[in-house]
């Protein structure tokens, strides 16, 4: 997802984006684990759009 697209959003959107992508990281850690994961990199993207997202969100609470 483009950090643009994200910044439009507001902090209830986000926060949904959040858990999915969580949930996503998870299903992709089991997937890794039990040998059924054929793309190992998608860990990673999963994993720095998390932290993408979690910037963004940190932003506009203005926490920085």
Do not use: C, P, W, Y
């Not at 969580?22 to 990199?41: D, E």
């Not at 720095?48 to 969100?57: F, Q």
């Amino acid at each position: 997802m483009k950090v643009q697209e994200l910044r439009e959003k507001n902090l209830s959107e986000l926060g949904k984006e959040l858990l999915s992508l969580r949930r996503a990281q998870f299903g992709l850690r089991l997937q890794h684990r039990t040998q059924q994961l054929a793309n190992v990199s998608q860990i990673n993207k999963v994993r720095k759009d998390i932290a993408r997202l979690k910037t963004i969100i940190r932003e506009k609470t203005g926490q920085l």
